[in-house]
């Protein structure tokens, strides 16, 4: 009986649940102006979001390719809208959950300007948000990693 009057209400978070172990993310970025909001979510040093640092933008991998041995639980794709899509990953379906975030610049998604490259992204991800709001990044990160 207990247990039901928990499943009964949806959208609460059990008092004090965690999982067993932390969920690894992966934080990547699409573009110049999406590394500021990369560096924020670094910033924090959470030991479980994984970062690769600078690529080259030619040698094409997963995006979900391990770092330092780390195979991550979920990748965060950030793209501010309008910057140029050098993109070092390859864009296919990933094991683990996707999700891709595009920063608006006026707070309206101009859906005919997004590169091919972006609109693929997006028809793979898991999760897709448009923000005008880079801390929702941060968020995202934060609650995906807890």
């Known amino acids: ?18 999982n067993s172990s932390p969920r690894f ?3 990547l970025a699409v573009g110049e102006n999406a590394r500021d909001v990369i560096e924020a979510v ?11 640092g600078p690529l080259d933008p030619n040698g094409l991998q997963p995006m979900d390719e391990p770092v330092q041995g780390i195979k991550p639980h979920a990748v965060v794709v950030v793209h501010q809208q309008g910057d140029q899509d050098k993109f070092p990953f390859l864009i296919e379906r990933t094991a ?12 309206i998604l101009h859906e005919r300007d997004e590169s091919k ?12 948000v448009t ?12 609650n995906l990693a807890s």
Do not use: C, Q, W
């Not at 923000?131 to 934060?142: H, Q, Y």
């Open 131 to 142: 923000t005008s709001d880079p801390a929702f990044v941060t968020e995202l990160v934060d």
């Open 25 to 27: 993310i992966k934080v």
């Open 42 to 52: 670094n910033a924090e040093e959470r030991e479980n979001v994984l970062m690769t």
């Open 1 to 18: 009986m207990i247990m039901h009057t928990f499943i009964s209400r949806p959208g609460k978070r059990i008092e004090g649940y965690r």
């Open 117 to 128: 490259k972006v609109r693929a992204i997006r028809a793979i991800a898991d999760l897709f």
């Open 96 to 107: 683990s959950m996707l999700s891709f975030v595009v920063l608006e610049k006026d707070g």
